[in-house]
């Protein structure tokens, strides 16, 4: 089967763009329109000739709408196999029509629920008749056009203009986006069902699916393909979202600390000005102050090697001077809320960089769940949104943190959770002094934050490592004491960390010993 033309078609669609055009062209082609409701109302408007469903059906509709297309008027239409002598006897039997061209698009369940809407009006967005029509098309595409998306009118209209007919290649393309179309519709409302209306965690069946990718130039490396899809139904906004000013096109890694950038720098949405930098998805300088300029500043110093081709998100506007500051370095992309006219002035100098700007920040604390796929199966987990403020945490050592000591050990902790498991993190006067991560173990992860922070030192000529003086975080507890005194041998004097450890006691008695103040969290943040 190949080229099908057109002779009746039915057309039923909530979205009423491009409608009207649409049946405007297929009027001028002699097609015969059949439609429903405010889809016939606005073609009518238009003074296009229209009959109606019920003319087909020889039924009104009813129970509200409920009730129109569901008749075998219609779907005998859709479904015939025209060569089939008997589908060809029963539809001569029973004057039923062939119906070869369906444009239908769903009633707007995403968007009522979206808006807040009670939950009958939830339900009656839950539309039959069309994903009913849709598949019944899809399913016949050898002989009938299913069109599902108004972006795809001017193909339709191009294939008649062209041929006076559909190609078969055009067909099945409009029958695997329609079953696409109502995969997606359904797993909308089954996880609303489960999620909202039912309230479930995990519910019985979990669907995981995109729209609209955008192929990336390749995956983590050269050989592997990738593509971005945003989620079908409601969603947070993020990266995947930002407006893109200027730059190349992000790539696969680049999505992917971005993201990384974003999560850790939203910690900070409504405070001081705050610079995150981040390599591989790990953050390598994290800094707050009373100006832009001086939080990148504080935050480049923590480890300047690895910010080299890093990706920086701030938390507020970003202004000409510290975008200049920015330029002095080879980055990737830069990320921010918004950016002034001076700053974009400063970056369109580096056209290779990435500038892009996400409006509002994420909540860190929203819920969700993550997926992450193993062989032969889905691993997935509730967002770890838990949180601590300072009436959380248990002071166990002898001596009490000083008010900085806790100001320093409460962003020390709010950077680690961001940070690859085994995570160590030193800061002080709110700058990382060094960070330590995805080692095997916590030692050897404080070691190396301590290496950082002494390299900063002798780079900029300090009198001494800022991890003297500094507090640590630990994302996990310290198994044994020998991480905690690798961060005393540095210079650290407080310890912020989950305790439960069944060596808890030794880690204390360590801690006293060294002069240390330590608190316990209660909270551990692996991140793998």
Known sequence: MGDVSIKRALLSVSDKSGLVDLGKALAAKGVELVSTGGTAKALREAGLEVKDVSDLTGFPEMMDGRVKTLHPMVHGGLLAVRDNPEHAAAMEEHAIGAIDLVVVNLYPFEATVAKGAERDEIIENIDIGGPSMVRSAAKNHQYVTIVTDPADYGTLVGELEANGATSLDFRRKCAAKAFAATAAYDSMISQWFGFADQQQTFPDFLAVNGKAPVELRYGENPHQKAALYTPVGPHGKGIAQAEQLQGKELSYN???????????????????????????????????????????????????????????????????????????????????????????EAFAKKKNLRLLVTGDLPDPRRGGLLVKPITGGLLVQTRDNGAISEADLKVVTKREPTEQELKDCLFAWTVARHVKSNAIVYAKDGATAGIGAGQMNRRDSSRIAAIKAAEAAEKYGWDQSRAVGSAVASDAFFPFADGLLAAAEAGATAIIQPGGSIRDEEVIAAADEKGLAMVFTGMRHFRH
């Not at 000005?273 to 110093?301: M, R």
């Open 254 to 344: 680049n999505y992917n600390d971005a993201d990384a950038a974003l999560e850790l720098c939203a910690e900070f949405a409504g405070g001081e000005p705050a610079v995150v930098i981040v390599k591989h998805a790990n953050p390598c300088g994290v800094a707050q102050s009373s100006s832009l300029i001086e939080a990148w500043n504080e935050a480049l110093a923590c480890d300047s090697v690895s910010a080299f081709g890093g990706i920086v998100a701030v938390n507020t506007e970003l202004d000409g001077e510290t975008a200049r500051a920015i330029c002095e370095i080879f980055t990737e992309v830069v990320i921010a809320p918004s950016v002034s006219d001076e700053a974009r």
